[in-house]
């Protein structure tokens, strides 16, 4: 069976940028929602962002939105997270995942990369 695979996570300054990367390795990316989860300590796993491969359409987490960019290339079957003006509140593990449909709730989801650490500190 095949997975997701995440890299790109980092430690950055306030006002700093990443790019996260999840590479399906052996799974087809293709005719699926792709989404973007974190988790920081003590909280529960939320959805930051999503886009649905069929149509296009991307919706993301209100404190996310304007700073965040999702993205997908069929061609390297991957998808991205381009996350700009980071702050501390950003700090958290980053989780890519993939299904059928775009479920609000995490637990729906029923592939998922590895995790990549976001540090967000002076």
């Known amino acids: 069976q095949g997975q997701l695979v995440e890299s790109g996570g980092d430690s950055v300054q306030p006002g700093g940028s990443l790019t996260l990367s999840c590479a399906g390795a052996g799974y087809d990316l293709k005719f699926n929602c792709l989404g973007w989860f974190r988790q920081a300590p003590g909280k529960d796993r939320e959805k930051i962002a999503s886009?649905?491969?069929?149509?296009?359409?991307?919706v993301y987490t209100a404190s996310v939105e304007g700073r965040f960019t999702i993205s997908y290339d069929m061609a390297k079957n991957s998808m991205y997270l381009q996350m700009n003006r980071l702050t501390p509140d950003d700090t958290a593990m980053y989780y890519c995942a993939v299904d059928r449909a775009c479920h609000a709730d995490y637990r729906n989801w029923n592939v998922w990369g590895q995790g990549t650490q976001v540090t967000v500190s002076t």
């Open positions: 886009l649905y491969t069929v149509t296009g359409a991307i």
